[in-house]
């Protein structure tokens, strides 16, 4: 048995469009799965068209995350699409830089709703459909501030904070019925969330200087880590928060 071989099966993947989403997903599409790719923005056709170069089934979802409605959509409509759902990535985020005595009340609001509470929605709606079938895997993307506090970032380090436990409760909750959850924590990764401080001379190498592999993350650092997690080969891992940092936790 290919322990990493994920054929006949279908991921659902939020924020797939570009950057780490991208990756997973194609790197998912590669070793069998066919995807969901849930998105607000239309179908820019790139990562569709990379699925589908793997023989695969690639379905656009549309959806605002940050609308419980259009959310709680998401996998009905997989289902009736691609007939079943075998793994979640929730890896759709946004960010918002303020300091904290002037962070407005709207961009906590919208950062918690994007980045922590459709997370909760859509392992919830997975979950009732996992437990159903008796096996599921959900992946959920956290970051190094569900381990530090960052700065001027305090709703994206309280939703990443959050994303950290609320994989960790719905572990204890559904490994005895087959299902399992885990998150991956990426590091200082090469992509437009981060083209901030990429452009910043003194934080960039501030940043490089910090990091062991001295270099940043890039999206396809993240392949390996979530074939891994998707696959069998994870089946006795429940509840872990996996970095992929280059060392930076650990330095």
């Not at 305090?154 to 950290?164: E, H, I, L, N, R």
């Amino acid at each position: 048995m290919d322990f990493f071989r994920l054929d006949g099966q279908t991921a659902v993947v939020t924020g797939g469009n570009r950057g780490l989403g991208r990756a997973m997903a194609a790197a998912l599409a590669e070793v069998g799965a066919d995807i969901a790719l849930v998105q607000r923005r239309g179908d820019e056709g790139e990562t569709k068209r990379l699925v589908e170069s793997y023989g695969r089934r690639c379905e656009i979802v549309p959806c605002d995350l940050g609308d419980k409605e259009q959310v709680l959509r998401v996998m009905p409509e997989t289902e009736a699409r691609l007939g079943r759902i075998d793994i979640l990535v929730n890896n759709a985020g946004i960010q918002r830089r303020h300091p904290a005595t002037e962070f407005p009340e709207r961009d906590w609001e919208e950062v918690l709703d994007v980045n922590l509470k459709s997370v909760f929605l859509l392992c919830q709606q997975a979950g009732v459909r996992m437990l159903r079938q008796g096996r599921g895997k959900i992946i959920n993307i956290a970051s190094l501030l569900s381990f530090q506090g960052g700065i001027t970032v305090p709703a994206y380090a309280a939703a990443k904070g959050g994303v950290a436990q609320l994989t960790k409760a719905l572990s204890n909750e559904w490994a005895a019925g087959g299902v399992n959850v885990n998150a991956i924590a990426p590091g200082y990764m090469g992509t437009e969330m981060n083209e901030r401080l990429m452009n910043d001379a003194t934080r960039n190498r501030q940043i490089v200087e910090r990091i062991p592999a001295g270099r940043w993350g890039q999206p396809d650092d993240m392949k390996g880590a979530v074939v891994f997690l998707a696959s069998r080969a994870s089946d006795y891992v429940h509840g872990h928060i996996l970095p992929v940092d280059g060392g930076w936790l650990g330095r």
